[in-house]
């Protein structure tokens, strides 16, 4: 699973047309570590054209963190992306954290996102609550980028990384919004685990609504989902 999603994700970049947009979290894992595997066995010529060209912009980041805060995703790209695949780390852009204006760095991040051409694969997991990137239910098809408050679900959901305690989680996120992601010239969502299987089915069976944000892709005329055995159900 994470070899094919790599797979396509190395097949963007050797071809790049308009930015990757790239998720965390724990699915996205060993989809990273397969892409590093995968660039490492690439002839060197054709390796370098992938680092030189590289373009990639990631949906989310948490609040008041920066990258010196190994919980926030400016590291976890890092560890996960930038350093085992020898990446310029000024190619691989998240929303910046610690910006002293939050809604002006989403809006400043839209922006950029707008002016690269917009994101041609858009690489997404989905949260429990049926969130993708921190668009927390209710969110509509046309909301943009923005900084917003976390749910509780989500605080309790992403509280690995913050030694198990939820309230040490950010109270608010900047993420790209379902506009920007509904935009993508690609849709790959990405789901594993037992514990999606009903939003999963939720999200591509019940009709669209706000209170599920992922249900939004159904209406992307080029969604690939792959997902394991049991997030299948
Ligand atoms: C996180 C992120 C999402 C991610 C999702 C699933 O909160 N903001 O981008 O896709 O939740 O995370 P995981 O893969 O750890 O289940």
Known sequence: MAERVAALLLADRLRPGRPLGLATGRTMEPVYAALARRLGRLEPALAAQVRQGWCSFNLDEYVGLGPQDPA???????????????????????????????????????????????????????????????????????????????????????????????GAVPRRAITLGMAEILAARRVLLVVTGGAKAAILRRALGEPPTPELPASWLQHHPALTVIADAEAMG
């Not at 002016?115 to 990137?133: D, E, F, R, W």
């Not at 969110?139 to 923005?146: E, I």
């Open 72 to 166: 926030s995703f400016a590291a976890t790209m890092a560890r996960q992306l930038v350093e085992p695949l020898g990446l310029d780390p000024g190619r691989v852009r998240l929303p910046d954290g610690r910006a002293g204006d939050p809604d002006g760095e989403a809006r400043r991040y839209g922006a950029a996102v707008a002016a690269a051409g917009g994101i041609g694969l858009q690489l997404l997991g989905l949260g429990l609550n049926g969130h993708v990137g921190f668009n927390e239910p209710p969110a509509g098809a046309t909301v943009a980028c923005r900084c917003l408050a976390l749910s509780h679900h989500t605080r309790r959901q992403n509280a690995g990384a913050f030694g198990g305690d939820p």
